[in-house]
């Protein structure tokens, strides 16, 4: 399975600044899943993203508050813009794995302050 | 919200007890998935089971799976202060090949 690298691992932010989450894959995936899991929460999947096009996003979630990037197939970055308390939270990638299941990077916990 | 329900939220248990955790969802499925989190880091996966199979075994896990009921178990046999963390199940909704992850069953497995 792919290995993954997330960072960074935590981050305290003031509000109003923004937060870019870089994750690397040791392999070329074609799609990369960027999630969201709020304290005490389950995962929420805030886009996907494809390689040389625009990422796609879930109902509630917006490019201008979570621009992505994909400049290749093993690199992407999650940018949190403009950030609130209410941003506070565990930022995962993820990419698919050989047999079936998904690989996550170790996690961003961010606090804004 | 498509997001499945998983019960017990919270199981605790002594070392070597087993532990079971049931997960529901709401669509069709093309397979449904555990994953393990510890401390609130990245998940690990554990199993996949496909919408075609009714039970699988890897190691201590077993689990289970009734497209009917729409409702999927997971079984730890013998459980380990090491499996002390949080569970999810997520399925992978036909087609979109994404995951729609449950609301987690924390669990404590005492020495």
């Known amino acids: 399975s792919a290995v993954i690298s997330q960072k960074p691992s935590r981050d305290i932010c003031q509000r109003g600044t923004s937060l870019t989450i870089q994750c690397q894959v040791d392999?070329?995936?074609?799609?990369m899943f960027w999630y969201r899991q709020q304290p005490g929460q389950s995962l929420t999947l805030i886009a996907t993203?494809?390689?040389?096009?625009?990422?796609?996003?879930e109902s509630g979630f917006v490019i201008d508050k979570f621009p992505i990037s994909r400049p290749n197939l093993t690199f992407s970055t999650l940018t949190v813009s403009n950030m609130s308390p209410e941003d506070s939270s565990i930022y995962l990638c993820?990419?698919?794995?050989?047999?079936?299941?998904?690989?996550f990077g170790s996690g961003t916990r961010l606090t804004v302050v | 919200s498509q997001q499945g329900e998983e019960d017990p939220q919270a199981l605790s248990i002594q070392e070597g007890e087993n532990a079971t955790m049931n997960c529901s969802y709401k669509?069709?499925?093309?397979?449904l998935q555990w994953y393990r989190q510890n401390s609130g880091r990245g998940l690990v996966h554990l199993i996949l089971?496909?919408?075609?199979?009714r039970e699988k075994h890897s190691g201590r896990l077993r689990v289970t799976l009734d497209t009917s009921k729409k409702s999927s178990s997971l079984l730890i046999t013998a459980s380990r202060a090491a499996d002390t963390a949080s569970y999810f199940c997520?399925?992978?909704?036909?087609?979109?090949?994404?995951?729609?992850f449950g609301t987690g069953t924390r669990l404590l497995v005492s020495p």
């Open positions: 993820s990419v698919a794995g050989s047999r079936g299941g998904y690989t």
């Open positions: 392999s070329q995936v074609t799609m």
């Open positions: 993203a494809n390689q040389g096009s625009e990422a796609t996003y």
């Open positions: 669509t069709s499925i093309n397979n």
């Open positions: 089971i496909r919408s075609n199979e």
């Open positions: 997520a399925t992978d909704d036909t087609g979109f090949q994404k995951l729609v």
